[in-house]
């Protein structure tokens, strides 16, 4: 069965970091892209930022570029994204998702987790 659970969100004070985890079990996720989304409620989910099965490949949106860092452990079998100088509009739920394809496109990811909130206060 496939499953993604996200983990590390929480509470920060704007300026602050966060540190998400996505587990991953039920495929061979060596082989697939992995990918962040985030959602505010009222609005479209967001691209966040994308890693290659290898971790050879990875883009962010314009919005985290230099601040957010995407990484992967696939002996843990383990996504991470990294997040500094988070400020409020960085709040939303964040989602992970795994891919077959290189993509920032929603409707390319087959699989989800549940989500973790991040609320940044400022």
């Known amino acids: 069965q496939v499953s993604l659970v996200e983990s590390g969100g929480g509470l920060v004070q704007a300026g602050g970091s966060l540190r998400l985890s996505c587990a991953a079990s039920?495929?061979?996720?060596?082989?697939?892209?992995m990918g962040w989304f985030r959602q505010v409620p009222g609005k479209e989910r967001e691209f966040v930022a994308h890693?290659?099965?290898?971790?050879?490949?990875?883009f962010y949106a314009d919005s985290v570029k230099g601040r957010f860092t995407i990484s992967r452990d696939n002996a843990k079998n383990t996504v991470y994204l990294q997040m500094n100088s988070l400020n409020t509009e960085d709040t939303a739920v964040y989602y992970c998702?795994?891919?077959?394809?290189?993509?920032?496109?929603?409707?390319?990811?087959?699989?989800w987790g549940q989500g973790t909130q991040v609320t940044v206060s400022s």
């Open positions: 998702a795994g891919s077959k394809y290189t993509s920032r496109r929603d409707e390319d990811y087959d699989s």
């Open positions: 890693i290659s099965g290898s971790g050879s490949i990875i």
């Open positions: 039920g495929r061979t996720w060596s082989s697939y892209g």
